[in-house]
Each structure stands twice: as structure tokens, then as C-alpha cells.
């Protein structure tokens, strides 16, 4: 399945942050990273006042089901120290699925395709340049 994962970090060193977890995210039995888009500095969308994000979009192919990969996702926030306190807080790192091919999936903790993406500058631009092959 082709899927693409928004990555975003606005704290510590921010480009160690997700360097690290692209690569972590290439070590998952079942993944393979197809294409990283751009980063880009971004400016924080809701939640509390905080600094500038880094933002891109990675492109994966994947057999693994949505939830699992969902859960992998996590679990790379969480080694990479992710603290979920506030909506919309800063964050070492975030990753969201924001595509999962045409699948559409409606639960209370997954929603995709992600909620707001066509709205957010910071997704849209990194998916195109992969879309466009950056």
C-alpha cells in the first residue's frame, strides 16, 4: 500500500528529530521509504504560543494494516521522547498518517485521509514536491 506520512518537530534540535525518525521509520519490518520530500520551516497552527516547526511529507509503501502502522508511528514519538500533554502542544516530533492509498477511515483515534490536511500548507506542499518528484 502507498502511503505518505506527514513529520514535523519544533523542539530541541529539530532536524536530529526527524532525521532520526526517518530512519527509525526505514528499519520497520514492512516499510519502505520511498520518498522524503523538503523540509520546511513552518509556523505553529493552533495550541499554545510555541516556536517554528520543521515540516515535510514522507511517501511509503507498506503491507502493514493502518492501526499497525499507526501503532509503529507512535512508538517512534515515543522513543524519540514525544510528550502528548495538549492539543496542538510542541512536540520533539510528529508523525501522521496522512494518506493510506484510497482508503478512508473514520474512527475516534484514526482518521484518514488526516483532518484538515488540504487546509495546512505545511502537508500540502510537501506532498506536492513528492507528487511532482520533488
Not at 536530529?16 to 505553529?44: C, D, F, M, Q, W
Not at 512536540?91 to 474512527?107: A, C, P, S, V
Amino acid at each position: 500500500m502507498l502511503c505518505y506520512i506527514g513529520i514535523g518537530s519544533n523542539l530541541g534540535d529539530r532536524e536530529k528529530y526527524i532525521e532520526n525518525a526517518i530512519e527509525k521509520l526505514e528499519n520497520i519490518e514492512g516499510v519502505e521509504v520511498k520518498r522524503v520530500s523538503h523540509i520546511h520551516e513552518t509556523e505553529p497552527v493552533g495550541g499554545p504560543k510555541q516556536g517554528k516547526y520543521l515540516n515535510g511529507a514522507i511517501e511509503i509503501e507498506t503491507g502493514l494494516k493502518p492501526r499497525e502502522l499507526l501503532a509503529k508511528l507512535q512508538d517512534i514519538e515515543n522513543q524519540l521522547g514525544r510528550k502528548r500533554t495538549i492539543k496542538n502542544a510542541p512536540r520533539t516530533i510528529d508523525l501522521d498518517i496522512l494518506l493510506y492509498g484510497d482508503n478512508n477511515i473514520d474512527e475516534p483515534d484514526l482518521k484518514i485521509p488526516h483532518p484538515n490536511m488540504r487546509e495546512r500548507e505545511f502537508v500540502m506542499k510537501p506532498l506536492k514536491e513528492i507528487y511532482e518528484g520533488i
